[in-house]
């Protein structure tokens, strides 16, 4: 794989990353577009900025409802 190929996909996980920590501190997809564009990124929707942070919200439900592998006690 280029070097380039391998670059670009860094930039689009460390975007994600920022985008889903943005609305982990209930920053609204709104804002967080704005803030992207505001830092260069024109490229990306409203619809794009939902759908990072609807696996976000999917991921955490995920992790929620896991089963537990051991019984731990109440005390």
């Not at 670059?7 to 975007?15: D, F, I, T, V, Y």
């Not at 759908?51 to 929620?64: D, K, M, P, S, Y």
């Amino acid at each position: 794989m280029p070097f380039f190929v391998t670059e670009k996909s860094r930039a689009e996980a460390a975007l994600i990353q920022v985008i889903q920590e943005a609305y982990i501190q209930s920053v609204s997809t709104r804002k967080i577009r704005k803030l992207a564009n505001r830092l260069g990124i024109e490229s990306i929707s409203h619809c794009q900025v939902s759908q990072i942070t609807r696996e976000l919200n999917e991921q955490v439900e995920a992790f929620r409802n896991r089963p537990l592998k051991k019984t731990y006690p109440v005390l």
